[in-house]
């Protein structure tokens, strides 16, 4: 008797039934073509160039709409505010135990490096018309307005610069396909990629300058940039966007799925506040029984045909008109907007707002509606998005800056690393360790939440340093600086006033609720009234 025999024997169990024939399915109401369905058939993209000249199009309604649209700039400038403020600050941790190093020494090599990025940052822009934070804001809001950023690093040596690295801001729409190269598979809208998908060069648009204004789709190569996608293992372009979908080579903007609610909104508001205008400069008509001398400040106006005789008085913004006999008025009602015309502009808002990521509240600037509870869940949930952002933001275009910024450092001879520690190839995912601070999130209620805090940081479970750095703190600038106000009361003989904080959650919370309720009554009794 064989093994298998032996444990088939041992175990029991039957024989394995046979799956192989087909069996009657349940039918999915998605992909078939009934009920309220039967008429929905998706719209597909066969060729490039159709999905090259959408996402065009795409783009410049999103300019547009930037442009002379107040809510879709809120939105991006909302966005962009609370993830960028006045710039992401590195703070260098280098690991001293991985690097064999003491603790003094690593803070000297960090405190250099931090030094060298703040004399970089002032220098950073190509045209020398922004800092670094001023790049970052504009990155940002490409990223979220055209949903891509290009930024080119470029070399270039300046007297009086100790740094040759610039960026160059680029618009996406350089980006693109050469005429002459629009049948080549391996260029995807100005892309180029290898056979497995990796990007290795990207095609930006450089043509000579022209006072007339030309359209880049025309351009051949010739008048094209072949920019490499990396140099060794610097980057050779920042080309960032938020990938949404698999083997995605370029960025649509967050804005391009309720476009057509911004735009219809827009003219509504438009439309609305038209006939407004048109309401109040109505003018007043006023029939005359028997014909009569008209005072002589009228202005007489005759129609040629019927010699009939019609007076004005004009009032700026509108007008008086008297009728000749027999003639009775008509004056029009304006009963604009009509009574759900604030309930339809909320409802698009909140779809805005959806496509943006962010809550109504934030969008809209709008807290009228809010208790206390819905406001911090509509600002937590907010800066879920803002960190989800600053995050991607940081991981592939401030970290990998960082990190060219000291390596041209070290080449050059700025960066001094201790005697004994590893190189700095060798180390440089230690050496070039950074942590990014970027805007605080703020309080709604900073007792309750610093009260929070305290008690995280008393049970262990947030360092201070961690709560410095939500504040938009460096938590070793800060130490430093209270060291240094300890030592000058200390020398005056004066006692720092300490502030008692009382921690208790739960009273808080009870707290809380009870101004909650009253909230919420409150905006139902507003609303009722």
């Known amino acids: 008797m064989s093994v298998l025999s032996a444990i088939r024997n041992f175990f029991g169990g039957s024989a394995p039934v046979r799956q192989a024939h087909v069996l009657p399915k349940a039918s999915l109401d998605a992909g078939s073509f009934r009920g309220s369905l039967k008429n929905w058939t998706p719209s597909r993209v066969q060729l490039r160039s159709h999905a090259a000249f959408e996402r065009d199009v795409a783009g410049a309604r999103v300019d547009e709409l930037y442009s002379n649209d107040g809510v879709a700039r809120s939105g991006v400038n909302s966005i962009a505010t609370n993830v960028i403020g006045c710039g992401l600050t590195p ?16 803070t000297d090599v960090q405190d250099q490096m931090e030094w060298l990025w703040s004399e970089w940052c002032g220098q950073a822009h190509y045209r020398g018309q922004m800092c670094f934070a001023d790049l970052q804001m504009l990155g940002l809001r490409s990223l979220i307005r055209h949903g891509e950023m290009l930024h080119l690093p470029v070399m270039d040596e300046r007297a009086g610069y100790r740094f040759a690295l610039r960026i160059q801001d680029v618009r996406p729409v350089r980006l693109r396909t050469p005429w002459d190269r629009q049948f080549d598979p391996l260029i995807h809208d100005g892309v180029e990629v290898s056979p497995t998908g990796v990007p290795k060069a990207y095609w930006i648009a450089s043509p000579e300058p022209s006072a007339a204004m ?63 205008v048109l309401a109040a400069s109505f003018p007043v008509f006023i029939g005359l029984e028997d014909t009569q001398d008209m005072p002589g400040y009228l202005k007489e106006e005759t129609d040629g045909e019927t010699e009939e005789k019609r007076y004005y008085q004009e009032i700026p913004a509108g007008g008086i008109m008297y009728g000749n006999k027999g003639e ?7 009963k604009r907007p009509s009574a759900n015309f604030i309930n339809f502009c909320e409802l698009v808002l909140r779809i805005m707002a959806s496509s943006l990521e962010i809550p109504y509240e934030v969008l809209t600037k709008d807290f009228s509606k809010t208790t206390y509870s819905s406001a911090r869940a509509a600002l937590l949930e907010a800066w879920r998005v803002y960190e989800v952002y600053r995050s991607f933001f940081t991981r592939h275009y401030c970290q990998p800056l960082w990190q060219m910024v000291q390596e041209e450092a070290y080449l050059r001879g700025y960066l001094k ?41 008393e049970a262990g479970l947030m360092s201070r340093s961690e709560a410095i750095a939500e504040r938009g703190g460096d938590f070793d600038e800060i130490s430093e600086q209270i060291a240094r106000e300890k030592a000058r009361y200390e020398e005056l003989g004066i006692a720092p006033a300490k502030a008692a904080v009382s921690v208790n959650l739960t009273a808080n919370s009870e707290k809380e609720g009870s101004n909650d309720g009253n909230a919420e009554q409150d905006n139902d009794g507003a609303h009722g009234q």
């Open 91 to 106: 703070q260098s941790v280098i690991p001293a135990k991985l690097l064999g190093l003491d603790s003094q020494t690593v």
């Open 214 to 276: 030309l359209d880049d789709s025309m351009f051949t190569s010739s008048q094209f940039l072949r920019v490499p996608a990396a140099i060794g293992h610097r980057r050779g372009v920042f080309h960032i966007f938020r990938a949404e979908n698999e083997e995605q080579f370029r960025g649509v903007s967050c804005l391009a799925c309720a476009l057509k609610f911004f735009r219809h909104l827009n003219d509504s508001i438009d439309y609305e506040l038209l006939a407004q």
């Open 328 to 334: 009775k008025p008509e004056v029009l009602e304006s």
């Open 417 to 457: 690393l201790p005697a004994g520690a590893p190189d700095f190839y060798e180390g440089l995912p230690y050496w070039c360790n950074t942590r990014w601070i970027g805007p605080a999130r703020g309080y709604i209620d900073p007792t309750k939440e610093i009260a929070a805090n305290i008690a995280a940081i």
